[in-house]
């Protein structure tokens, strides 16, 4: 029987880019406005995030937004987030400080899904040892060492595993080395699957599209990754949800209405 009692999508900035980032060899001259999401789950036993958005500082600093983002490795420019937009900010809105938070769980550590983590510093990071290890050399240029180089309360994993009764971890690499995505099974309605950035949009489920960025050019691997997604929720009645689809996202629930 599932622990999960509830679960929030959480807007956390907006980022517009070329299509080409999300969909492989696809999208030419097409720009997207992307939402950064984190994902709170809210079990029996303690609360969970999946991500954790990006580091305000780097965005709202001028001097750092300057040396993160204003070079050649980010020709679309920094992502946009408001103050209000910050995960201790969402948190408390729904009643909560970031100490009521138990476990982070990073799906990757690119700048939008681990950036972060300066926030939620007393909290245990669980992380696949392939996609820290790939993090810290760095693998590409999406990695900014100092979003996870304090001294945070690392768990690393490999494999796959339950969380809690009802969360579970799912292998997904190609977008990165040690991807990971997660199975959360409602006391209410169907399953969900958070795809992470192994689908940015529901094009890449749709036509088994790799995102634009793959850990050493696997596509191979993303694509299989997005294919195993797909049959995991075939399965199990699964909604099979991708990360950074701005018509998904305004189709879910709006905050701070929560899933049950």
């Not at 599932?2 to 070329?18: C, K, N, S």
């Not at 990757?108 to 993090?135: K, N, P, R, S, W």
Request: glycine residues 8%.
């Amino acid at each position: 029987m599932t622990q999960v009692h509830r679960f929030w999508p959480l807007l956390t900035g907006t980022h517009r880019y070329e299509k080409t980032l999300s969909t492989r060899g696809r999208g030419q001259g097409i720009y997207i406005q992307a939402p950064i999401l984190a994902y709170l789950i809210e079990t029996a036993n303690g609360r969970i995030l999946y991500d954790v958005g990006c580091d305000y500082s780097k965005i709202s600093e001028p001097k750092l937004k300057q040396q993160y983002y204003e070079n050649e490795a980010f020709p679309f420019g920094p992502p946009e987030m408001s103050e209000e937009q910050r995960l201790p900010n969402r948190l408390s809105q729904l009643g909560l400080k970031p100490e009521d938070v138990d476990v982070v769980f990073v799906g990757h550590l690119h700048f939008d899904h681990g950036g972060g983590l300066c926030d939620m510093q007393h909290a245990e990071i669980h992380v696949h040892e392939q996609e820290l290890a790939a993090a810290r050399e760095p693998a590409d240029e999406a990695y900014f060492q100092d979003d996870f180089s304090g001294d945070y309360r690392w768990n690393m994993k490999t494999g796959e595993y339950d969380l809690v009764g009802g969360v579970s971890a799912i292998e997904s690499p190609g977008h990165t080395a040690g991807h990971m995505s997660m199975l959360i099974e409602l006391p209410k309605g169907p399953p969900i699957i958070l795809a992470g950035d192994a689908a940015d949009l529901q094009e890449n489920i749709d036509d088994e599209v790799a995102p634009g960025l793959c850990w050493h050019g696997r596509e191979d691997m993303a694509i299989e990754s997005i294919c195993k997604l797909k049959e995991l929720a075939r399965q199990t009645g699964a909604q099979l949800w991708p990360n950074h689809d701005i018509e998904f996202y305004q189709q879910c629930h709006p905050f701070p209405m929560h899933y049950e």
